[in-house]
């Protein structure tokens, strides 16, 4: 069954936004690189079972009905956990590896793909939109 017509009420997104961008930046600043587990285990159950708790937490504070929020598309959101839990997981492995250079370059682009989010662009839509964009040019080449 398709996701495309199924949505993600934008509140629950953006706190799924901030959980990861904060626990990134608690990494950062404690050192405790485990704080990169949190984001990465919530993404990877909500990947896997469709229960990100992150999410379900957060679904309890809505105010209205969750169709009456913006809508963010699901599979768009899928991609782009597919994203931060690829990068989460870099950065994680990193660190236990002792390479520090790759940790630090995997958690600053969750971190900063999160940060920029939460302000409004959506780095995985753009990127997930021109490979849509290329595959579609690529068919209409090969007809």
């Known amino acids: 069954m398709s996701h495309s017509s199924i949505s993600i009420p934008r509140p629950l997104v953006r706190t799924n936004q901030w959980f990861i961008f904060l626990s990134t930046l608690a990494t950062w600043l404690s050192g405790q690189t485990w704080f990169l587990l949190l984001p990465l285990i919530a993404g990877l159950l909500g990947m896997l079972f469709d229960y990100n708790p992150i999410m379900r937490a957060a679904k309890l504070f809505l105010k209205k009905k969750p169709s009456e929020y913006i809508p963010e598309d699901k599979d768009q959101q899928q991609f782009n956990q597919l994203i931060a839990i690829s990068l989460l997981t870099v ?53």
Do not use: E
């Open 91 to 143: 950065g994680f492995l990193s660190h236990l590896m002792g390479w520090s250079t790759i940790a630090w370059i995997a958690t600053i682009m969750v971190a900063t793909a999160s940060f920029v989010a939460i302000l409004g662009f959506c780095i995985g839509c753009f990127i997930r939109f021109r490979w849509q964009q290329y595959r579609y040019k690529k068919a209409q080449d090969s007809n």
